[in-house]
């Protein structure tokens, strides 16, 4: 009885398992040449929507665009906006649930040149989710560069769900807006 009593007067944040903080590892600089290749897109493909809070889902395109010069721009503010990628609701039954998914590459901010970098806010730390369920928290550099964060295998079936929820940011010189130049999901081989 004294132990079920005492439990009730800690936090709940103390009785959660928090998920554990990955930092993302800097990479190469982010070149035109060298945008695309191999990505968990070899196996399908999916799609992409961010809501700001009080929102609807929008659809985001220019996030896996294989373009350098372009990014997406998020709402202001973006700190609780969420990204939402859809995986296929059909998948060939040789891939349901036999493809790996185990990270993604980011060039966080608009990273086009210097001046258009510092003006839009980057993200600083991101809570992932997959299928609703929180796996990790992700720091972030405040870098041109590419960004990469490895997780374990997760064996993607269709319909899944994987999210990227903005919970701090690096504040841009000009606008508070988030932007995101390339978001590439990995796995398939």
């Known amino acids: 009885m004294k132990i079920c009593l005492l439990l009730l007067w ?18 190469e600089p982010i070149l035109q040449e060298l945008m695309g290749g191999c990505s968990l897109a070899c196996a399908f493909p999916w799609e992409t929507f961010a809501t700001a809070p009080g929102k609807s889902p929008q659809p985001v395109w220019k996030l896996n665009d294989s373009d ?3 990014a997406w721009i998020g ?3 973006s700190v609780g906006e969420k990204l939402t990628f859809q995986f ?11 493809t790996p998914f185990y990270g993604f590459d980011i060039a966080d ?11 839009y806010s980057r993200i600083r730390k991101a809570e992932i989710f997959y299928n609703g369920r929180a796996l990790y928290y992700v720091e972030f550099a405040n870098t041109r ?4 964060v490895l997780f374990d295998d997760i064996m993607a079936r269709q319909g899944d ?15 508070p807006n988030v932007a995101i130049t390339q978001l590439v999901l990995q796995g398939a081989h």
Do not use: R
């Open 145 to 148: 560069h590419w960004q990469h």
């Open 109 to 119: 901010g608009y990273t086009k040149n210097d001046a258009i970098f510092a003006a």
């Open 68 to 70: 350098a010069s372009t």
């Open 88 to 98: 296929p609701k059909k998948l060939p039954k040789v891939m349901d649930g036999n």
């Open 10 to 27: 800690l936090p709940c944040s103390l009785l959660a398992a928090n998920p554990p903080t990955l930092k993302a590892q800097v990479g």
């Open 75 to 77: 709402a202001n503010p």
């Open 161 to 175: 769900v994987f999210a990227l929820q903005i919970l701090e940011v690096y504040p841009g010189t000009k606008f």
